[in-house]
């Protein structure tokens, strides 16, 4: 697995914002999907998380899947 840095997520972000097209927040939703679908199958629907979610676009990531798994 490759690790990217901040700058480098922004990068690719911005990239596939262009070249897609896709919407910021609908990047942001499918991120926040494509997490909840893996964390489930890992460990189902009855784990609990806790999810911490700072500044920026990655803050707004972390909340779409604290919907997400509310909501689910």
Known sequence: MKILTS????????????HEPVSSVDLMERAAGTLVT???KHWGRT???????GPGNNGGDS??????????
């Open 47 to 53: 784990r609990r998380f806790i999810v911490f979610a």
């Open 38 to 40: 893996e964390l489930k």
């Open 7 to 18: 700058a480098q997520f922004k990068e690719l972000d911005k990239y596939t914002i262009i």
């Open 63 to 72: 909340l779409a899947v604290s919907r997400m798994l509310h909501n689910d």
